[in-house]
């Protein structure tokens, strides 16, 4: 039986450089999960029968170091967690592996042209949509005319009345001081709204209103009254104001509020002055957040989030089934996957730019892979040894 062991010595030590093998050849490859190959003795009732590889254990819970790339459409996993990805036949795997692009049809997909599942946009929500592909829309962002316009500022009790008593744009002497702000109407064309403040009260401001450059008529004058504690006590909520545009384009009745305004000594300063609406945009470019927003850029400078990614983690993921593209299956020791939106729940966050390095140690591996070699010479020794003894016997008879 002394072959037989050795024999079975041999067959395990070659399992096991197999997986010292193969962590090595991976020890670059991103989002790789090292494993270990577990020995068990064998016996039959009391005799022993030598040794088998009896299981592999990897090392899904421990994270690679993390690789900076500064690519906007890479992202790594810090904590628990995989990517869902989508193959053509509709099986769904999953990875480590946070390379992504938006392929031509605009879905956002990993190296192997997978699609990443994820959680679609709820209109005019921050509610998750339903889980599905994701996908950018190439489209132009179309234009969105201006409603509001939230205008925040000091407006200097140290102001006296103008000398020209009548007030006239085109006249300095008139007002104590103005600003601009820009509009958009439906078709994404920018107007200006420029306002005029005169101080007309020892605690009270008229605004009067241009717009591109011409004053709107009289009798849409807004009258700002502060306490004596210098803060806002009129208007009370927005103002409408209606503006003059084109019939080529649609109506606007803007919302003008000065919630927060006041008026105390010192330097006049503006410190809100942002107005809603947008020009339309074309498509630039895609990136993922470290909150797992999928966000669209466009040409108009603004961001439009189109899907949030979704990270799986499973009852027991070393039970998942290793397969090819450095990418795991379901398994039914693995359970099945329960989602949750990056740093919700057991999913880990994310870092965006970066990438998930493999979490091979190669001194441990090189110290196993001759561990593992002594250990193949002393089993061959029993062959050796078996075989001296057999021509031993040989000549003996």
Do not use: C
């Not at 990875?95 to 994820?118: C, H, K, N, P, W």
């Not at 996957?337 to 870092?351: E, I, K």
Request: overall charge negative; cysteine-free.
């Amino acid at each position: 039986m002394s072959m037989e062991i050795a024999l079975s010595g041999v067959k395990a030590i070659n399992a096991e450089l197999e997986t010292i093998s193969n962590n090595i050849a991976n020890a670059g490859t991103y989002g790789f999960k090292s494993s270990r190959t577990n020995f068990a003795s064998m016996y039959a009732d009391t005799s022993p029968m030598g040794v088998e590889a009896a299981s592999r254990t990897q090392s899904i819970g421990i994270g690679g170091g993390t690789l900076n790339t500064g690519r906007g459409m890479d992202v790594a996993i810090k904590g628990k967690g995989f990517f869902a990805v989508k193959e053509p036949s509709g099986q769904t795997l999953f990875t480590r592996v946070g390379i992504f692009t938006a392929d031509r049809e605009g879905y956002v997909t990993d190296s192997f042209g997978r699609r990443l599942q994820g959680y679609g946009v709820v209109p005019g929500s921050d509610v998750l949509g339903p889980m599905g592909d994701i996908r950018v829309s190439k489209e132009q962002l179309p234009a969105v005319s201006s409603s509001r316009l939230d205008y925040v500022a000091n407006l200097s009790a140290d102001w006296t009345a103008p000398t020209v008593a009548v007030f006239d744009p085109t006249e300095p002497l008139g007002y104590n001081g103005s600003n601009v702000s820009v509009i958009y109407d439906s078709l994404g064309s920018q107007h200006t709204l420029t306002q005029y403040f005169v101080k007309t009260g020892p605690n009270e401001v008229t605004v009067h209103y241009g717009f591109d450059g011409a004053p709107l008529a009289a009798g849409t004058e807004t009258v700002l009254q502060f306490g004596t504690d210098g803060r806002l006590t009129l208007p009370t909520g927005p103002v409408a104001k209606a503006l003059p545009l084109p019939a080529t384009v649609d109506p606007i009745t803007l919302d003008l509020n000065y919630a927060g305004t006041t008026q105390y000594a010192g330097q006049t300063t503006t410190t809100v002055n942002d107005a809603d609406g947008n020009s339309s945009g074309a498509f630039l470019s895609v990136s993922i957040d470290e909150d797992g927003a999928v966000l669209a850029q466009y040409s108009n400078g603004l961001r439009q989030r189109v899907g949030t990614v979704a990270l799986a983690n499973f009852p027991n993921e070393d039970a998942l089934a290793n397969v090819s593209d450095t990418s795991w299956t379901v398994t039914n020791a693995s359970g099945e996957p329960l989602y949750d939106a990056p740093g919700v729940g057991q999913a880990g966050s994310l870092v965006a730019g970066a990438l998930e390095q493999s979490n091979v140690e190669m001194t441990s591996e090189l110290v196993s892979l001759m561990t593992s070699q002594r250990n193949y010479q002393a089993n061959t020794k029993v062959f050796q040894t078996q075989n001296q003894i057999m021509q031993s016997l040989m000549q003996a008879i």
